[in-house]
């Protein structure tokens, strides 16, 4: 009979019980709530509740706004897979030899990591305007100027310019992400291959890549989240009117505290978490099925 | 002896009770010389009532508008609100959720003794007051006066004359109209006066009210004028780019002509400059009288409001005389009540021109219910953008209006 000394059963419980509790009613609690606030009317659960069964969702399906929302999210997933990943990777491989200032760049690179989003965003605000901006004047001065175009003024390219502001602070997160993963690249591996004659591509391909693999997994699925629940940027760079740049997060926010109807502003909000949710569980499946066969 | 140092004690207690009489207002006047000019108001009151314990709570603006509903219905609700008058007020009446203000909370004993009669159904809800009007400023269109001296341009009375100055500023490479659409409310300004210059107050306000559909000809008229300044090329290149002070600059700089804004506009005219900026009243387009639109802002009571007795006597106040001019004179506004001091030639002047209108809008956002008007502002931005396609984006924007009005009731 094995005894633990002085520990009973319910011990870890009463020393979660405080965490635990503050998740229920932080949390879980207003998840099941804003749940329930999609099946009501407007702003019924101010002035006393009506329900509306899927009306809300039904709305979803036949508005122009909300699909122009799920679009501009999925060029936010796309681009953020498509380029943060590759340029944090190469950005990491440069940074992983050392060389003279590497640290400086390094610290260059990272800094954008470290600004609050309304910071950000005021920055490329005035980056991004049409007359005194530095990108038109960039583009003016190497003689395009029919390229510099109104970025944040022109339905055409709004959504386009703020996914750039995003994916700029995007790189340097991927980057540390990976420096952290290529530290788990054993060196003897890679000089082994080199011996062996593999060419410097063969060796990425064969031997790094594979080896971050875990390190591209959490980068993938911090992306695809961050992309997902785009907001701040396009609130401070749009001055809260998004409107070509809408995405599910800002027209959520927009239906439920400008226009005051919480029950399709919720409804919105239960469509952007089922499919944050899909891509979660998706991640957590893997982990778990990677724990088990260790 | 004692006997009578313990009831007057207990008469200290009484009158100690009744000097904490609290009465707690909430403020969106967060700017500086609002925020201070509205304590100097409070602490005026404060000494004319030592019974009343006022406490000012000040949220920023934006905040402020989306925690109302909030504050209107919490369990402890304050007892004084600053707010908007319109249907920005009549939607909460509405739901039952404000006091109203009998005829004798007024000083003059009714509404129309301090304030002009026009400006009641603005403050009233199924004729009961609910609003008690502080002050308003008017809208116009700011131009540049230099630039048109420079160019011989007198400031044109009717749409074929302002066409024609748009025409000349165009020619020498001066952007005709400002306008920072980023900020979309600008846009609906353009709304309010082209509607009622071409339709009439009456269609307005059947527009506003969602009773008229965004297609129907006489709107479709309206907002083909607006296309045809953006087809012209008469509006500021960029404008969806610049927020509405960033679009001051080119009026005071003279790279653009004319700018249509409200009063408040010239707070972002640097004082050098002011003299250089002046306004003209919307010009006719083919109806004998004209509209303005004359924003109102104000004060009301949640009907869960702790003390409203002490709440209609802070309003009571707010209404006279020397409480507005306290406020407005200081800050250029123009005061609700009729006795109101006039703070300046230039108030004298936005003053006549509404008098002689036939017809006073609040503005689009505060006389349409906000999602209506949000989307009506986006859609005229982006008809600025695609002038050519306006018929489209209005039949977009009609279906909205139909769930929009049916889901208020």
Same mark, same amino acid.
Request: proline share 5%; hydrophobic share 50%; net charge positive.
């Given at each position: 009979?094995?005894?633990?000394?002085?520990?009973?059963?319910?011990?870890?419980?009463?020393?979660?019980?405080?965490?635990?509790?503050?998740?229920?009613?932080?949390?879980?609690?207003?998840?099941?709530?804003?749940?329930?606030?999609?099946?009501?009317?407007?702003?019924?659960?101010?002035?006393?509740?009506?329900?509306?069964?899927?009306?809300?969702?039904?709305?979803?399906?036949?508005?122009?706004?909300?699909?122009?929302?799920?679009?501009?999210?999925?060029?936010?997933?796309?681009?953020?897979?498509?380029?943060?990943?590759?340029?944090?990777?190469?950005?990491?491989?440069?940074?992983?030899?050392?060389?003279?200032?590497?640290?400086?760049?390094?610290?260059?690179?990272?800094?954008?990591?470290?600004?609050?989003?309304?910071?950000?965003?005021?920055?490329?605000?005035?980056?991004?305007?049409?007359?005194?901006?530095?990108?038109?004047?960039?583009?003016?001065?190497?003689?395009?100027?029919?390229?510099?175009?109104?970025?944040?003024?022109?339905?055409?390219?709004?959504?386009?310019?703020?996914?750039?502001?995003?994916?700029?602070?995007?790189?340097?997160?991927?980057?540390?992400?990976?420096?952290?993963?290529?530290?788990?690249?054993?060196?003897?591996?890679?000089?082994?291959?080199?011996?062996?004659?593999?060419?410097?591509?063969?060796?990425?391909?064969?031997?790094?890549?594979?080896?971050?693999?875990?390190?591209?997994?959490?980068?993938?699925?911090?992306?695809?989240?961050?992309?997902?629940?785009?907001?701040?940027?396009?609130?401070?760079?749009?001055?809260?009117?998004?409107?070509?740049?809408?995405?599910?997060?800002?027209?959520?926010?927009?239906?439920?505290?400008?226009?005051?109807?919480?029950?399709?502003?919720?409804?919105?909000?239960?469509?952007?978490?089922?499919?944050?949710?899909?891509?979660?569980?998706?991640?957590?499946?893997?982990?778990?099925?990677?724990?088990?066969?260790? | 002896?004692?006997?009578?140092?313990?009831?007057?004690?207990?008469?200290?207690?009484?009158?100690?009770?009744?000097?904490?009489?609290?009465?707690?207002?909430?403020?969106?006047?967060?700017?500086?010389?609002?925020?201070?000019?509205?304590?100097?108001?409070?602490?005026?009151?404060?000494?004319?009532?030592?019974?009343?314990?006022?406490?000012?709570?000040?949220?920023?603006?934006?905040?402020?508008?989306?925690?109302?509903?909030?504050?209107?219905?919490?369990?402890?609700?304050?007892?004084?609100?600053?707010?908007?008058?319109?249907?920005?007020?009549?939607?909460?009446?509405?739901?039952?959720?404000?006091?109203?203000?009998?005829?004798?909370?007024?000083?003059?004993?009714?509404?129309?003794?301090?304030?002009?009669?026009?400006?009641?159904?603005?403050?009233?809800?199924?004729?009961?007051?609910?609003?008690?009007?502080?002050?308003?400023?008017?809208?116009?269109?700011?131009?540049?006066?230099?630039?048109?001296?420079?160019?011989?341009?007198?400031?044109?009375?009717?749409?074929?004359?302002?066409?024609?100055?748009?025409?000349?500023?165009?020619?020498?490479?001066?952007?005709?109209?400002?306008?920072?659409?980023?900020?979309?409310?600008?846009?609906?300004?353009?709304?309010?006066?082209?509607?009622?210059?071409?339709?009439?107050?009456?269609?307005?306000?059947?527009?506003?009210?969602?009773?008229?559909?965004?297609?129907?000809?006489?709107?479709?008229?309206?907002?083909?004028?607006?296309?045809?300044?953006?087809?012209?090329?008469?509006?500021?290149?960029?404008?969806?780019?610049?927020?509405?002070?960033?679009?001051?600059?080119?009026?005071?700089?003279?790279?653009?002509?004319?700018?249509?804004?409200?009063?408040?506009?010239?707070?972002?005219?640097?004082?050098?400059?002011?003299?250089?900026?002046?306004?003209?009243?919307?010009?006719?387009?083919?109806?004998?009288?004209?509209?303005?639109?004359?924003?109102?802002? +104000?004060?009301?009571?949640? $009907?869960? /409001?702790?003390?409203?007795? &002490?709440?209609? *006597?802070?309003? #009571? !106040?707010? %209404?006279?005389?020397?409480?507005?001019?306290?406020?407005?004179?200081?800050?250029?506004?123009?005061?609700?009540?009729?006795? +109101?001091?006039?703070?300046? $030639?230039? /108030?004298?002047?936005?003053? &006549?021109?509404? *008098?002689?209108? #036939? !017809?006073? %809008?609040?503005?689009?956002?505060?006389?349409?219910?906000?999602?209506?008007?949000?989307?009506?502002?986006?859609?005229?931005?982006?008809?600025?953008?695609?002038?050519?396609?306006?018929?489209?984006?209005?039949?977009?924007?009609?279906?909205?209006?139909?769930?929009?009005?049916?889901?208020?009731?």
């Amino acid at each position: 009979m094995k005894k633990s000394i002085g520990a009973p059963p319910w011990a870890p419980w009463a020393f979660l019980a405080l965490p635990l509790i503050l998740y229920a009613v932080w949390v879980i609690l207003p998840i099941c709530q804003s749940l329930a606030f999609a099946f009501t009317k407007r702003d019924s659960i101010v002035y006393g509740i009506q329900w509306v069964g899927f009306r809300n969702f039904a709305r979803l399906l036949g508005d122009p706004t909300f699909w122009l929302a799920i679009k501009n999210n999925i060029i936010w997933l796309a681009l953020f897979l498509l380029v943060p990943i590759p340029l944090g990777l190469g950005v990491a491989m440069l940074f992983n030899n050392e060389h003279r200032g590497n640290k400086v760049y390094k610290t260059l690179f990272y800094l954008p990591m470290t600004l609050s989003f309304a910071v950000i965003g005021t920055i490329w605000m005035w980056i991004y305007s049409p007359d005194f901006g530095v990108l038109n004047g960039f583009l003016r001065a190497i003689g395009l100027e029919e390229l510099a175009k109104p970025w944040l003024g022109d339905k055409r390219y709004m959504t386009g310019a703020l996914v750039a502001v995003g994916v700029w602070r995007q790189v340097p997160y991927v980057m540390i992400l990976y420096l952290a993963g290529l530290k788990g690249v054993p060196a003897e591996l890679v000089e082994a291959a080199m011996i062996d004659g593999a060419t410097w591509g063969q060796r990425l391909r064969h031997i790094v890549i594979p080896l971050l693999a875990p390190a591209t997994v959490v980068a993938m699925t911090i992306s695809i989240i961050d992309s997902l629940r785009a907001f701040d940027i396009i609130y401070v760079m749009t001055n809260t009117k998004a409107r070509a740049a809408e995405v599910l997060a800002s027209y959520m926010y927009t239906s439920a505290f400008g226009y005051s109807d919480f029950g399709y502003g919720s409804a919105i909000a239960v469509v952007q978490f089922l499919i944050t949710l899909a891509f979660i569980l998706v991640y957590i499946g893997r982990v778990l099925r990677d724990e088990t066969e260790r | 002896m004692r006997k009578a140092s313990l009831s007057l004690l207990a008469l200290f207690g009484i009158a100690a009770s009744i000097g904490a009489q609290p009465l707690v207002v909430q403020s969106y006047m967060s700017d500086e010389a609002p925020k201070n000019a509205f304590a100097a108001l409070v602490a005026e009151f404060q000494k004319q009532n030592p019974a009343i314990k006022v406490t000012v709570n000040t949220v920023a603006h934006e905040q402020f508008k989306t925690q109302l509903v909030n504050y209107l219905t919490a369990k402890d609700a304050p007892d004084v609100l600053t707010w908007f008058a319109g249907f920005r007020m009549q939607q909460y009446a509405m739901k039952g959720l404000l006091e109203p203000l009998p005829e004798s909370t007024f000083p003059g004993g009714s509404f129309v003794k301090e304030f002009p009669a026009a400006f009641k159904p603005a403050a009233s809800y199924n004729s009961k007051i609910y609003f008690m009007p502080q002050s308003w400023y008017w809208w116009a269109v700011y131009y540049n006066k230099d630039v048109f001296a420079q160019y011989k341009l007198s400031v044109p009375k009717t749409w074929d004359e302002f066409l024609s100055v748009c025409e000349t500023l165009k020619q020498n490479g001066v952007a005709p109209v400002s306008i920072g659409a980023k900020d979309t409310w600008t846009a609906g300004g353009w709304f309010d006066y082209m509607n009622v210059a071409v339709n009439g107050g009456t269609a307005h306000q059947k527009l506003t009210g969602g009773t008229v559909s965004y297609t129907d000809p006489s709107v479709l008229k309206t907002f083909g004028y607006i296309a045809d300044l953006a087809k012209k090329g008469y509006i500021l290149e960029n404008a969806a780019s610049y927020s509405w002070q960033e679009a001051v600059t080119p009026l005071v700089e003279g790279t653009a002509g004319m700018y249509l804004m409200g009063q408040f506009i010239m707070d972002s005219v640097p004082a050098d400059k002011k003299a250089s900026i002046d306004f003209f009243s919307f010009p006719k387009v083919g109806r004998p009288d004209y509209g303005v639109d004359t924003p109102t802002d +104000g004060f009301m009571i949640p $009907a869960k /409001a702790k003390n409203k007795a &002490a709440a209609k *006597k802070f309003l #009571a !106040f707010i %209404a006279t005389k020397k409480a507005q001019d306290m406020m407005n004179v200081t800050l250029g506004r123009l005061s609700a009540n009729m006795t +109101g001091a006039i703070p300046n $030639a230039e /108030a004298e002047r936005g003053l &006549a021109m509404v *008098k002689g209108a #036939a !017809f006073a %809008a609040q503005f689009y956002d505060r006389d349409a219910p906000e999602e209506m008007a949000a989307k009506g502002m986006n859609a005229i931005v982006d008809i600025l953008q695609a002038p050519d396609s306006y018929k489209d984006i209005l039949t977009a924007l009609d279906k909205e209006r139909v769930r929009i009005y049916a889901d208020l009731k």
